[in-house]
């Protein structure tokens, strides 16, 4: 069945950048997603992208994708404190999230 | 304005009466599906339906029932609600295009 990985935690300095990483096994997903939520908040979409595209950019966010290693990447740049929250990525086939990355920003 | 809504957002409720979570899109969407986020797990899908009178279980599936009888409406029900159903739940849907619409959630206690 369809799974989706993602490191729990990630802590970054204010100004710096922000990596986080996802893996997925299902190699027929069309879009994959990123996601974000705030502290007692819904979802939000951050962004997506394509699967037969490699790179997406879109202001702060820079998505990459590895189709061939099933490796989805989200690049926050100049991460702010009002960044913080969990961030969560996703495969269509119906929506299969991971457990989230709770993203801390230290100022 | 396109939107899912969901009903109730709050709920305290005792073991073992039964309740129903609504939900509600106007969009015509065809695909329609229910997660519940608990600490840890992330979303894990319970439910989902690909159209009317369609639906199939998602990963933890057990202890609740849905329905689809009309396009717009998905509701959740818990027939004999138990503590570890005590979890933030979100409806969300979409059509064949890329954007997917969540609820705003609903936090559920059972005690």
């Known amino acids: 069945g369809e799974d989706v990985e993602q490191s729990l935690f990630l802590s970054v300095r204010e100004g710096d950048s922000s990596v986080i990483n996802c893996t997925y096994t299902d190699s027929s997903s069309t879009y994959l997603y990123w996601y974000k939520q705030e502290p007692g908040a819904g979802l939000q979409l951050l962004t997506y992208?394509?699967?037969?595209?490699d790179m997406k950019q879109d202001q702060r966010l820079t998505v990459l994708l590895n189709k061939k290693d099933k490796h989805l990447s989200l690049r926050i740049a100049d991460t702010q404190t009002g960044d913080s929250a969990i961030y969560f990525c996703?495969?269509?086939?119906?929506?299969?999230f991971g457990k989230g990355t709770r993203l801390s920003v230290i100022a | 304005e396109a939107q899912v809504t969901q009903n109730p957002r709050y709920l305290i409720t005792v073991t073992g009466k039964k309740l129903t979570v609504t939900c509600s899109q106007n969009m015509n969407h065809e695909y329609m599906s229910w997660y519940r986020q608990d600490p840890g797990l992330g979303l894990r899908q319970i439910y989902y339906?690909?159209?009317?009178?369609?639906?199939d279980k998602g990963d933890v599936p057990e202890g609740y029932k849905v329905s689809r009888k009309e396009k717009r409406n998905f509701p959740l029900i818990l027939e004999s609600p138990s503590p570890n159903q005590t979890s933030l739940y979100f409806c969300?849907?979409?059509?064949?295009?890329?954007?997917?619409?969540f609820g705003e959630g609903s936090w559920l206690t059972v005690v």
């Open positions: 339906s690909m159209n009317v009178e369609v639906t």
């Open positions: 969300a849907s979409w059509s064949s295009g890329n954007t997917i619409y």
């Open positions: 996703a495969e269509r086939a119906p929506l299969v």
């Open positions: 992208i394509f699967s037969n595209m």
